[in-house]
């Protein structure tokens, strides 16, 4: 038998690599806050990490608002979108940082801090190509946010955030975005000593006063809601007037705007009651934009409003508008007020939110 002898410099080599640190292991599985059935609590559990290709985007999340369109998708007030499987993982009001890319990004590089445009439409009918995707079909939108992670379709979907902290930026994506899409909708209405009534100063609501101010500044912004914290928020953050929603507040509306009401009134609630204050104070050729998905409806005649007063809705925001509002964020036009709090605790944010007692907005940090 023959016997082989290693040498002493192949045994110090051998000793030298099993001392060397190995790499740690990709973690396979990632934390997400998932609905398994509708009118159920949300279930936290470890799912597959989301792989990319192709110009699809991984990002760690830094922070997921919560919004009031969680609240009822997790209730069934809002019917699941048709192409939106269970179990389901929640979360459309995103920012965090990019952690994985495709061999065909090119825009985003690992590292960059990014806010997630989530109103993805078909990207091919008329109104895709009009820039105003998030009209398409809720279906197409982009959901993911609560978790450790998640997987962005392509990289067009993201903007660089550059100074603005993730967290604090999150809530602009939705929150922000929506408010802002609806205030532009009433802009040619508030003509200087013209009136904007915000309806629910929650979320979107705080920040809409913001924005009023800073764009139609000449027009006196109400605030109306039933939470004391909430309208004490409205005067803090510049709002003319505050009017109690639980006190008969079309009345009192109409005294401020000496009987003839408001030019515009967006309402963020969206119930049978405060679309009736909305429809009861809208100014002769004003309008009323309707955000909240409430559940609530509004009964319409010639003659059940104003004269030539309008009705619309209003869904989310364009990606331009989102790079804009973005602008006015840096520039410390707005500032939204951010609870952080651990994905851990989501059903019982979901479930304050839901009992109107938070004020400003709750994100998730994973």
Not at 93 to 114: C, Q, Y
Request: charged share 20%.
């Amino acid at each position: 038998m023959v016997t082989f002898k290693a040498s002493s410099a192949q045994v110090l080599l051998d000793v030298l690599f099993d001392s060397m640190p190995t790499q740690p292991k990709e973690k396979r599985n990632v934390r997400a806050a998932r609905l398994h059935q509708v009118g159920s609590p949300l279930r936290i559990e470890e799912v597959p990490r989301p792989r990319v290709q192709g110009s699809e985007v991984l990002i760690r999340v830094a922070g997921a608002g919560v919004c009031q369109f969680d609240v009822h998708i997790r209730s069934g007030r809002v019917p699941l979108p048709k192409d939106f499987a269970l179990p389901l993982t929640m979360g459309h009001e995103n920012a965090g940082i990019v952690e994985e890319t495709g061999p065909l990004v090119r825009e985003v590089a690992k590292g960059d801090a990014v806010g997630v445009w989530g109103g993805r439409g078909c990207g091919t009918c008329r109104v895709c190509r009009q820039a105003d995707e998030q009209v398409c079909g809720m279906e197409h939108w982009i959901l993911g946010g609560y978790a450790e992670v998640m997987r962005v379709p392509h990289e067009r979907f993201l903007v660089k955030l550059d100074s603005l902290d993730p967290v604090e930026a999150a809530p602009l994506t939705d929150a922000g975005l929506t408010s802002y899409h609806a205030i532009k909708k009433t802009l040619s209405h508030l003509h200087p000593g013209a009136f904007a009534v915000v309806i629910g100063i929650g979320g979107l609501g705080h920040i809409a006063v913001q924005l009023l101010n800073s764009l139609a500044p000449w027009a006196g912004t109400i605030a109306v809601d039933v939470s004391d914290d909430n309208l004490a928020l409205a005067s803090e953050l510049g709002a003319a007037f505050v009017v109690d929603g639980r006190e008969n507040p079309a009345q009192e509306i109409m005294r401020i705007t000496g009987e003839e009401g408001a030019q515009a009134v967006i309402d963020l609630v969206g119930t049978d009651s405060t679309l009736a204050t909305a429809a009861s104070v809208v100014a002769r050729k004003g309008i009323v934009v309707v955000v909240g998905v409430g559940g609530g409806s509004l009964p319409f005649s010639f003659f059940g409003m104003r004269p030539e007063s309008m009705v619309t809705t209003s869904y989310w925001g364009s990606y331009n508008e989102l790079v804009e509002l973005l602008d006015l964020a840096v520039q410390g036009t707005i500032r939204p007020i951010v609870h952080r709090v651990p994905l851990e605790e989501v059903n019982e944010v979901l479930d304050r939110l839901e009992q109107g007692k938070l004020t400003g907005r709750a994100v998730l940090v994973p």
